[in-house]
């Protein structure tokens, strides 16, 4: 079972930041935010993971709040490429089972 | 380097027919998965290697449905016989699994898609 809410779907301006939540209130304190994004036709691919520190790479930001009990992950130049589902995971590091839910499709408008 | 490899696919069976779906995973990573994803779903596991060991099969449908593993390299997920219900994109991912931090990233192969009429 899903262990994460997120919403259905999001626009998002070509150029601008996207901000997608994500709720995760029954995270365990061993549980890392995991966050992967899947392009039609495509298997999904990693972006970022975070156990309470914010953390960045060279795709995207993730936000985590104090509590652990919510998260953001920040695309802060969208482009029509990163049109996509985009999956919020909590998981342990190890024995790390994934549950995908239904995630949130992002649409990025020209 | 190589990504996860798949095979076939497509694939398009009638029902009571048997499949089955070929992965490579990344060189040197001992941790294998299959998902099945299922239009509209998100990936939902079925299995998951450590090697040529099963960590977890709890979601496969072990009446329908089998995979192995035997030289902890490529896998092999077999569905006999085949139900409408089937009808699914098939995944397979490895992970690296050490004590590297980024190591338990799951890379995902491009997926088997199958239909059953």
């Known amino acids: 079972d899903a262990k994460t809410t997120q919403p259905p779907s999001m626009d998002c301006a070509e150029g601008r930041a996207a901000n997608l939540p994500c709720n995760h209130s029954t995270i365990s304190g061993n549980e890392y935010v995991y966050w992967y994004r899947q392009i039609h036709s495509q298997g999904p691919q990693y972006i970022i993971h975070g156990l309470k520190n914010n953390e960045t790479n060279e795709m995207a930001s993730l936000i985590i709040t104090e509590d652990r009990k919510s998260s953001t992950l920040i695309l802060p130049h969208a482009t029509l490429r990163d049109t996509a589902v985009y999956y919020c995971i909590v998981s342990r590091l190890v024995g790390n089972q994934f549950y995908f839910g239904t995630g949130t499709s992002l649409t990025v408008i020209p | 380097e190589a990504g996860v490899a798949q095979s076939p696919r497509y694939k398009i069976i009638e029902k009571r027919q048997s499949v089955a779906f070929w992965c490579n995973p990344i060189?040197?990573?001992?941790?294998l998965y299959w998902y099945q994803q299922i239009l509209g779903q998100g990936p939902k596991l079925l299995i998951q290697?450590?090697?040529?060991?099963?960590?977890?099969d709890s979601q496969l449908p072990k009446d329908r449905f089998s995979a192995e593993r035997l030289k902890g390299v490529d896998s092999t997920l077999k569905i006999q016989p085949a139900k409408l219900e089937d009808s699914a994109v098939y995944l397979c991912a490895s992970s690296l699994r050490t004590g590297l931090r980024s190591s338990y990233e799951q890379y995902f192969g491009p997926g088997t898609r199958l239909t059953v009429t």
């Open positions: 060189s040197g990573h001992a941790t």
């Open positions: 290697f450590q090697n040529n060991g099963v960590v977890d």
